[in-house]
């Protein structure tokens, strides 16, 4: 493991061809949600919003588990990612109660213990779309649980249990579903993928993942996120984590500046807080009416979302990501004495925490 010239913990290297993907990733979700696409008789929203989905879980189990292998330590893991998570998550769901009204005392507990997706669901309609929260947060829970039990060498289990759930979608026929233990495969994918990056898995898996031409296997990801394609939806985890993963190898120059553009990290960054609001306010007035006068409105909809997750991610979620990294900030080792700093082994990697 490489150490900074203040004797701390190499940093993970930032990867700017994934805030390409994570903006791709919630504009999908957002246009499969709130805007029609194509023709009605298509029926391409679902697997649009599938599509995106689907991404951003890749992406998630990717970050985290190079997270993790890089860095192990489970009480930082825990705390930051939490806090990433947990206080947007909740204010989310407690505008959600508010608005559908009525909220049983089960449905809050589902929600805010992150268990809503589990049968019997608890999700209240302006939150449905929580599901994906309570499934990210189970993920850490778990994936900190194998580590802290043991060890890293513990990860080398995701693949096999990213299999196992496969198989277990095909035998029960679950080619889409918002419960954990049929949909958790999307997630182990791209951590799978991260031990395929970080070499864990051998250099002949490292050479598989970088043959493809992501250009030939995005259209079969978004064919795989529609119910009608016959087999291919048990592959969408895995189609996903391959196009992700060959992108990191052979993306061409123009995609990767094209995904260090302003615009283009920027709606990355803010994508958890759009994600959290879009839905909410679509169950809103903003959301009401007939097709045509729900339409009208829907630019008001999105002007107010994005204006929400402006003040979310910049604002109130900065408190709590400043908090988590206070309370587990690294302490420098110390140099042997006699050390000369200047010519201490010096990271090329970059202080990025995963989003």
């Known amino acids: 493991m490489l150490l900074s010239a203040g004797g701390e913990r190499a940093p993970l290297k930032h990867l700017p061809l994934l805030d390409g993907w994570r903006a791709m990733s919630i504009m999908l979700v957002l246009a499969g949600h709130l805007f029609p696409i194509g023709p009605s008789g298509w029926q391409l929203n679902a697997p649009v919003a599938a599509t995106g989905m689907v991404m951003f ?13 890089e860095d192990g330590n489970i009480r930082r893991f825990l705390i930051r990612r ?3 998570i947990v206080p947007l998550g909740w204010l989310g769901m407690l505008i959600a109660f508010a608005v559908a009204g009525g909220a049983t005392a089960g449905q809050v507990a589902g929600n805010l213990l992150f268990v809503a997706n589990i049968p019997p669901s608890s999700l209240v309609a302006p939150g449905a779309h929580f599901w994906s929260l ?3 947060v189970q993920f850490y829970l ?24 496969t198989c277990a979608r095909i035998y029960w026929d679950q080619p889409v579903t918002i419960v954990s233990w049929f949909r958790a495969d999307e997630i182990l994918a791209g951590a799978t993928l991260a031990l395929i990056y970080e070499g864990w898995l051998g250099e002949r ?3 598989l993942v970088s043959m493809p031409s992501l ?4 259209p079969l990801v978004f064919a795989s996120g529609d119910m009608r394609t016959g087999f291919l939806p048990y592959l969408r985890p895995y189609l996903s984590a391959l196009m992700i993963g ?16 302003r615009i283009v990290t920027y709606v990355a960054r803010t994508s958890y ?4 609001f879009h839905g909410i306010f679509a169950h809103t007035w903003l959301g009401a009416g007939d097709t045509l006068v729900k339409y009208a409105k829907r630019p008001l909809l999105l002007a107010v979302t994005i204006a929400c997750a402006h003040m979310s991610t910049f604002h109130y979620e900065r408190r709590w990501n400043s908090l988590g990294r206070r309370l587990t900030k690294r302490t420098p080792e110390p140099i042997p004495p006699g050390s000369n700093v200047a010519n201490a082994p010096v990271s090329t990697k970059q202080i990025v925490e995963p989003r």
């Open 57 to 69: 879980f890749t992406l998630s189990g990717f970050l985290i588990t190079r997270f993790l292998i």
């Open 82 to 84: 939490l806090l990433r």
């Open 134 to 136: 309570c499934l990210e």
């Open 142 to 165: 778990s994936i900190a649980l194998l580590v802290a039990v043991g060890g890293k060498r513990a990860l080398m289990v995701v693949p096999l249990a990213c299999l196992a759930i």
């Open 205 to 207: 898996a490292r050479k």
């Open 215 to 218: 250009f030939l296997l995005l």
């Open 246 to 261: 060959a992108s990191l190898y052979n993306a061409p120059g123009w995609l990767r500046r094209l995904c260090e553009w």
């Open 273 to 276: 807080a759009l994600y959290v």
